[in-house]
Nanobody, 122 residues
Framework: QVPLVESGGGLVQAGGSLRVSCAASGGTLSSYVMGWFRQAPGKEREFVARISWSGGSTYYADSVAGRFTISRDNAKNTVDLQMNSLKPEDTAVYYC???????????????WGQGPQVTVSS
């Protein structure tokens, strides 16, 4: 496992934008398919997006496709999630993690970071 530290998030009105970032606090992320997950109050953690090792391939959950963009910088060991046209239902704690396979929505690491809160007001 690679320890991950998330940052960003905050409070925004519906239709606004926020960005969350993920950095490796030790080790390298370049050998992993990386993803973002989120957990809303009272709900199970769910998959949001994933990106291939080189960043050339991305995949999104239907609920965020067209609004969110995942990116990575292997030189900086970071993975970002740009969130546009935010909706109140996007309110959640957002987490990054490696993904089990390139075609998977299952997290690879068993440990999770703190995750930044994203709150979208109506």
């Amino acid at each position: 496992q690679v320890p991950l530290v998330e940052s960003g998030g905050g409070l925004v009105q519906a239709g606004g934008s926020l960005r969350v970032s993920c950095a490796a606090s030790g080790g390298t992320l370049s050998s992993y398919v990386m993803g973002w997950f989120r957990q809303a109050p009272g709900k199970e953690r769910e998959f949001v997006a994933r990106i291939s090792w080189s960043g050339g391939s991305t995949y999104y959950a239907d609920s965020v496709a067209g609004r969110f963009t995942i990116s990575r910088d292997n030189a900086k060991n970071t993975v970002d999630l740009q969130m546009n046209s935010l909706k109140p239902e996007d309110t959640a704690v957002y987490y990054c993690n490696a993904v089990l396979r390139i075609d998977s929505e299952i997290p690879k690491f068993t440990s999770w970071g703190q995750g930044p809160q994203v709150t979208v007001s109506s």
